[in-house]
């Protein structure tokens, strides 16, 4: 099938499968490879992009379900080789140990601040909830969240 998609705000006009995975297309048609595969079954968050504002998990969203749709990879959300607000917290809150999991963080709270920027501790709990990590106890990553919130507001991301 053609696939008409925005990803990073460029437009691409693609030859896939109606089977494929955004996962797949992003990774192997576009060369995007910092959305990560996990498990390939929707349930670990490594592989969470933005489709349209709201979080998904790429490795299940199928290409059939994509037409005209608008992506943001972990690649889309930096300035100008500048981190943004939400990766900039995850350094320095120490909730990066191995990196694996850390895009899919990343995006998830980049859907989640960007649609509700005074989100309070339960949402956001509630936005990190599916992820996994097996590096850390999870709250070097609860602090970075906390702390991207502080910095959005501040910077106004």
């Known amino acids: 099938m053609e696939l008409k998609i925005r990803v990073n705000k460029k437009d691409y006009m693609l030859i896939v499968d109606p089977s494929d995975s955004l996962l797949d297309i992003l990774r192997e ?3 995007l490879t910092g959305t990560k ?11 969470t992009v933005v489709v349209n504002g709201k979080a998904v998990k ?3 969203t199928k290409a059939r379900k994509l037409e005209n749709v608008e992506v943001i990879t972990i ?7 500048q981190l943004h607000s939400i990766q900039k917290a995850f350094v320095e809150a120490s909730g990066i140990q ?9 995006m ?6 960007t649609s509700n920027s005074n989100a309070n501790k339960d949402q956001i709990f509630e936005a990190l909830e599916p992820h996994l990590c097996r590096c850390t106890g999870y709250q070097p990553i609860v602090d970075a969240a906390l702390l991207a919130q502080e910095k959005i507001k501040l910077n106004r991301d």
């Open 75 to 81: 690649e889309g959300i930096s300035d100008n080789f």
């Open 58 to 60: 790429s490795c299940i």
């Open 37 to 47: 595969n996990g498990c390939k079954q929707g349930h670990c968050g490594a592989c």
């Open 98 to 106: 191995c990196g694996f999991c850390t895009p899919g963080y990343v």
């Open 29 to 31: 048609n576009l060369a």
């Open 108 to 113: 998830e709270l980049y859907a989640l601040f």
